[in-house]
């Protein structure tokens, strides 16, 4: 199979990357390396471009014609998309729309596209499955729904195949420790933990304990990055699969909820060593409590997390942040 990954460069599109070229397939990378980077990927054919330019994708999707097209160049900040909007419009909704437009030009009818659980907005129910109703509280949410709606009307109108994946919170590395989270800046919770603990950070900061938890800290459902990745390939088997409709959807996560203490005291197991934090206010558009309901994927793609531990998780993700390549 020959795949064309868009956003292959960055955090979670290299780990797909990584997991194509295991399984064998042929794989292509479409990034501008706004916030990736080159050394994430190796023994690959490279085009630099930006998506939201057709006349930069076009001649990619129809020189190279991918059996299958999987998309990870979004912007993905919560707080960055509340003060600047436009970027995550442009960016991922319009990118998207480019992106669409030119696999129906070209006839590519295979879609694999990464979304978010930040389409659900304010959790109504403790594990949110796909039922849940959809009511983004934040422009990067909104901007990943209006992909989704768009996917779903090619694929009633026009012949296209997606899959979309919800992801929870992705974490950890390759085990390899050769490739791994590098946001700059970084604001997720496990890397600043670890670069608190390697000495990268003077010490980590923790957005509020007064959250309608059971220890009032704000609680997530961490899955591994190659447990995501091999999400994907599943997902390209359901597309080829007659008896599944155009257009599906599942949410992808371990099903568990970990807070905010609980994965700090479990990087410290892991470390071995105290990790210095410091108590601060909430963090604006933080819902207390994100946990997947992921029985789908399951059921359907027969997926199974490889790596649904926490301190599994953690111990990857510290391979890398000890030996950060880039
Ligand atoms: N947190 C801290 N200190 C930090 C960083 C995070 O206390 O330095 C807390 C946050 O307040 C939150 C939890 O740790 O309660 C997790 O925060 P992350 O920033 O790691 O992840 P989010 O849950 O905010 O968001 C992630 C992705 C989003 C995606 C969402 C879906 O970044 O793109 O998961 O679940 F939408």
């Known amino acids: 199979m020959k795949a064309l990954v868009i956003g292959g460069a960055g955090y979670i599109g290299s780990h797909m990357v990584k997991t194509l070229q295991r399984a064998g397939h042929e794989v292509a990378v479409f990034d501008n ?4 980077h080159r050394e994430a990927i190796e023994d690959v054919k490279i085009y630099e471009g930006d998506l939201q ?24 900040l919560v707080a960055e998309s509340m003060v600047d909007p436009a ?40 594990r949110i499955d796909e039922s849940h109703p959809t009511a983004p509280i934040n422009t990067y949410g909104w901007s990943k729904l209006f992909c989704e709606s768009m996917i779903s009307d090619y694929c009633r109108a026009y012949g296209l195949r997606a899959a979309v994946l919800r992801y929870f919170n992705a974490s950890g590395a390759d085990p390899s420790g050769t490739i791994g989270e590098a946001h700059e800046p970084e604001t997720h919770l496990i890397p600043n933990v670890l670069r608190a603990a390697v000495g990268r950070a003077d010490k980590v900061t923790v957005f509020g304990k007064d959250h309608d938890t059971r220890d009032g800290y704000c609680v997530r459902d961490y899955i591994h990055v190659n447990d995501l ?18 257009f599906q959807l599942y949410n992808l996560g371990n099903g568990q909820g970990f807070s905010v203490i609980e994965v ?4 410290e197991a ?13 963090r604006a558009g933080d819902p207390p409590v994100l946990v997947a309901g992921a029985g789908k994927a399951r059921s359907i793609l027969g997926w199974t997390p490889k790596i649904p531990e926490l301190h599994r998780i953690i111990a990857t993700a510290w391979r890398w942040h000890q030996e950060q390549r880039y």
């Open 229 to 246: 990745a091999d999400a994907h390939l599943l997902a390209y088997d359901a597309l080829n699969r007659a008896d599944q409709p155009d």
């Open 87 to 126: 970027l995550y419009h442009a960016n991922n909704t319009c990118g998207v729309m480019t992106l669409l437009d030119g696999m129906r030009r070209h006839k590519l009818d295979r879609l694999v596209f990464s979304s978010t659980a930040a389409v659900y907005g304010f959790p109504q129910q403790r």
């Open 264 to 267: 700090l005291r479990a990087a």
């Open 53 to 76: 330019a057709a006349a930069e994708i076009d001649p990619v999707l129809s020189g190279y014609r991918p059996d299958l097209v999987l998309h990870f160049a979004a912007r993905s």
């Open 270 to 282: 892991v470390v071995g060593r105290t990790i210095p934090m410091e108590l601060a206010d909430r």
């Open 33 to 36: 390396f706004s916030t990736g």
